[in-house]
């Protein structure tokens, strides 16, 4: 039985010299990052409805929530609050139950990994990033009905909605660094408990 250590040098020695066995690791990657995309849309699917009152083939209302940024940002009486990005109940549920979720959770197993911001631990920007997009394909889904889409379509719409969620994300952070540290923050909080405020 070889160790972990070991057995990543003989793949590593093996994928250098063999074209079809490189092919067929890169696709099992592919495959479960496909998974793992389809079940986090699938969580975020679960409060589509709840969360934004949005109905199957609401077209209309799905743009409305896109283009006010409303799917992301919170709104009061019609009115968007921008400085609470993320802060909608969505999007620390569907956190928690994609990573904080019972004792083999991923955020549980590998908690010494998470960034910290003063001691703290904070959620990381390509998990929330990863949220945020299960949220958006999960909407379009629903307002367009394209759960039968093929797999290498969904994988196309997601990495350019990814693209664009991390570009917004960096620029909110760049506009005030320490507060976009502090939600991080809030937001593992909220995720690590699955609690609303």
Do not use: W
């Given at each position: 039985k070889e160790s972990g250590d070991e057995t990543f040098k003989l793949i590593r020695h093996r994928i250098k010299k063999d074209a079809q066995y490189t092919r067929d690791i890169i696709a099992i990657g592919e495959e479960r990052v496909y998974q793992k995309r389809a079940e986090w849309k699938k969580i975020a699917k679960n409060y589509i409805r709840s969360e934004y009152g949005l109905q199957d083939r609401d077209e209309n209302h799905f743009h409305s929530l896109v283009d006010q940024m409303e799917y992301l940002f919170p709104a009061h009486n019609g009115i968007v609050q921008w400085l609470q990005p993320f802060m909608r109940p969505i999007v620390w549920q569907v956190?928690?139950?994609?990573?904080?979720?019972?004792?083999?959770?991923?955020?549980?197993?590998?908690?010494?990994?998470?960034?910290?911001?003063?001691?703290?631990?904070?959620?990381?920007?390509?998990?929330?990033?990863?949220?945020?997009?299960?949220?958006?394909?999960?909407?379009?889904?629903?307002?367009?009905?394209?759960?039968?889409?093929?797999?290498?379509?969904k994988a196309a719409a997601w990495d350019a909605e990814y693209a664009d969620m991390w570009k917004l994300i960096k620029g909110i952070e760049a506009g005030n660094p320490h507060a976009f540290a502090d939600l991080l923050v809030r937001l593992y909080e909220l995720a690590s408990k699955g609690q609303h405020f």
């Open positions: 956190l928690h139950e994609a990573f904080f979720k019972g004792t083999s959770a991923f955020a549980r197993k590998f908690a010494s990994k998470f960034p910290t911001f003063n001691t703290q631990r904070q959620v990381p920007i390509g998990m929330l990033c990863c949220v945020a997009v299960a949220i958006y394909m999960a909407m379009h889904d629903v307002a367009y009905d394209q759960d039968k889409l093929s797999i290498q379509v």
